[in-house]
Structure formats: C-alpha cells, structure tokens
C-alpha cells in the first residue's frame, strides 16, 4: 500500500533551477524519514538530502549545500527538493525514499522507494 512518486524532473541549463516533487501515500505512521538520492550513468547511487516528516532536522550532501533545498508539506503528504545553480555534474535518475524514525544518509537503510525522475543539466 506504501507508494513514493516523484514528479518535476526535466532538461534545464546550467545554473538553472528544478523543483522535484516525492508524494507519499499509504504510510501507516506520520513520524518517519525523506531523503533524496541520485544516480548518474556508471556510478553508484548517492545520497543527497534527508528530512524528518516533523522538519524538524534537515541534512545535505556536500555536494548540494548552499544550492539544494529539502523541504515537506505534511498537508499534501510532500516532501520537495528546490535544486538551484544547476550543474552538468547534478545530472542523474533522483529518487525519493523513505524510512521510520531518524534521518539517514545509507540508501540501504531505507525502506521504501519512488520509480524516480531524470534531472538533465546541460552545459
């Protein structure tokens, strides 16, 4: 019944900006965990951002510090990553995750899974 959609992943130039969408449903509790991770052609999946569903605590990669944002609207049941100051390197499937309880930045410790959505970014 737990299922994780992303949504908002597109082609866009370098040093342009992307809103992705994950809407969960089917969750049975309300306090658990969000990340976003990526994966690029030939590389292993990395981590990129998490949040807990209360907002509470937020963390990043290094990579998308002072140009990503993780955010959630417990309302629509949401969590959002604003991704600004594209790079080509930032190119990759995105996938939104989800587990109980705190953060997490090891994609094997999450428990669900979206299909993901291809972020493109030309040079």
């Known amino acids: 019944q737990v299922q994780l959609v992303e949504s908002g992943g597109g082609l866009v130039q370098a040093g342009g900006s992307l809103r992705l969408s994950c809407t969960a449903s089917?969750?049975?509790?309300?306090?658990?965990?969000v990340g976003w991770f990526r994966q690029a052609p030939g590389k292993e999946r990395e981590f990129v951002a998490t949040?807990?569903?209360?907002?509470?605590?937020?963390y990043y990669a290094d990579s998308a510090k002072g140009r990503f944002t993780i955010s959630r609207d417990n309302a629509k049941n949401t969590v959002y990553l604003q991704m600004n100051s594209l790079k080509p390197d930032d190119t990759a499937v995105y996938y939104c995750?989800?587990?109980?309880?705190?953060?997490?930045?090891?994609?094997?410790?999450?428990?669900?899974w979206g299909q993901g959505t291809q972020v493109t970014v030309s040079s």
């Open positions: 949040i807990l569903w209360s907002g509470y605590t937020t």
């Open positions: 089917g969750l049975p509790f309300n306090s658990y965990a």
């Open positions: 995750a989800a587990k109980f309880g705190h953060t997490e930045v090891v994609s094997t410790r999450y428990t669900y």
